[in-house]
Every structure is written in C-alpha cells, then in structure tokens.
C-alpha cells in the first residue's frame, strides 16, 4: 500500500509525519510517498493535498501532469483528503479571487469555496471543533483558510464555523478548512486510512 502527498508546494513533512504515526498506531506496513512528479499517484492508494497557496498549487499540478491523474484516481474511487489549500483545490467552483487569479480547480467536490474566507479577519487561530465523524471536539488550526459557502446534495456536512463549512465529506473525498497535521491529535488520519483500507 502506497500513500502519496503532494509535494510540489505546502505544508508536506507534517502530513507525512501524522501518516505515518497514524500507521504505526495501527500496526500497519504502508509507505507513504512525497509526490513531486507525475506516474507517482497511479501507484498510491490514497492521496493528500497539503495546504499552501491555492493559485501556485494548481498552476503546478496542471504543469506537472498531477492533476489529471488526481482526477482519474478519484474517478476509481481513491480515497482524497484536502487540507486548507486542497480543500480549495478539490472544489468545483471559486470566489471572484478564484476566477481572478484563473485557478484550474480539480472539479471532484461539489463545493463552491471563498478562498479567503477567515483569512483577513484574522490571519490564524485555533478553535474547538465539533466534527461529525469524532466522538468528542478536535482542535482545528487555521491559517489564512478557506471555507465552503455551498455544496451540492452528494455532499456531507462534517463541521461548520461562522456559518461557514469547514469539514465535509463527498464518498471517497474529505475537504478541511483547517491543519489536523498540526495538532498531535490524529483521528482524522485516523478516519481517513479508514476509508484507504475499506477501499483497498
């Protein structure tokens, strides 16, 4: 079993640690891979999409030839997740900054996004999150982060802040708002090598 994050841009090592901390909680054999270049993500069994920035992240899986591959494997059913930066990556529709800035957004959730949705108010912060897939409250880091202003019926609303999205789920896709990397809690990549092991 192969788990590949991206690593053309973003956060990286952190979700690649959490990965592998989870694993070994598990007491399970699986490589997790950084993903620089193409004919990587054909081979994995479940992707990660960093956070970063948003308009670099997808002019560069467009160049690299990820990003037609993210969408195949999505297509076949491997599990995604998306964190800050991916979670806007994965959506079908932007902001004005969004179109502003032509990003090429991979289209696999039924999500409309606002790029910088707590970002100006206020640049980081963390709060107690109440995640439908968690029995008890996760602390969610966000920095400059996104949030889901509307979404289609296939879509599951995990967790909401000010009115806004900032957890969902769409079958094999899992979108946040915020950093779980972050944190030591690792529930989410707990409940996210869940669905890579159902679908193995």
């Known amino acids: 079993m192969k788990i590949g994050v991206i ?7 952190e979700h690649i640690d959490a990965l592998r901390k989870a694993l070994k909680e598990r ?6 891979v950084a993903v620089k270049h193409k004919s990587v993500i054909p081979e994995c069994g479940g992707i990660v999409i960093p956070g970063g920035e948003s308009t670099t992240l997808c002019r560069l899986l467009a160049r690299e030839g990820i990003a037609e ?4 494997a999505a297509a076949r059913g491997v599990p995604i997740l998306g ?21 090429e957004l991979l289209g696999i959730m039924d999500t409309k996004v606002n790029r910088n ?11 107690e999150l109440d995640v439908e897939i968690l ?4 602390t969610g880091v966000f920095i400059r982060a996104p949030g889901i202003v509307s979404c289609g019926p296939e879509v599951r609303v995990l967790s909401r802040l000010d009115d806004l999205i900032i957890a969902a789920e769409q ?4 979108a946040l708002a915020f950093h779980p990397e972050l944190t030591e809690d690792l529930r989410i990549h707990q409940y996210f090598l869940d669905k890579i092991f159902k679908n193995a």
């Open 171 to 174: 079958g094999n896709v899992l």
């Open 69 to 72: 591959e993210i969408k195949d």
């Open 27 to 32: 007491g399970i054999d699986a490589e997790v």
């Open 7 to 13: 690593a053309i841009q973003g956060a990286v090592s």
């Open 83 to 103: 964190t800050c930066a991916g979670l806007i990556v994965l959506s079908k529709e932007g902001d004005e900054q969004v179109e502003k800035t032509s990003q």
């Open 135 to 138: 029995e008890s409250p996760f």
């Open 117 to 127: 949705a707590f970002g100006r108010q206020r640049d980081s912060f963390e709060a």
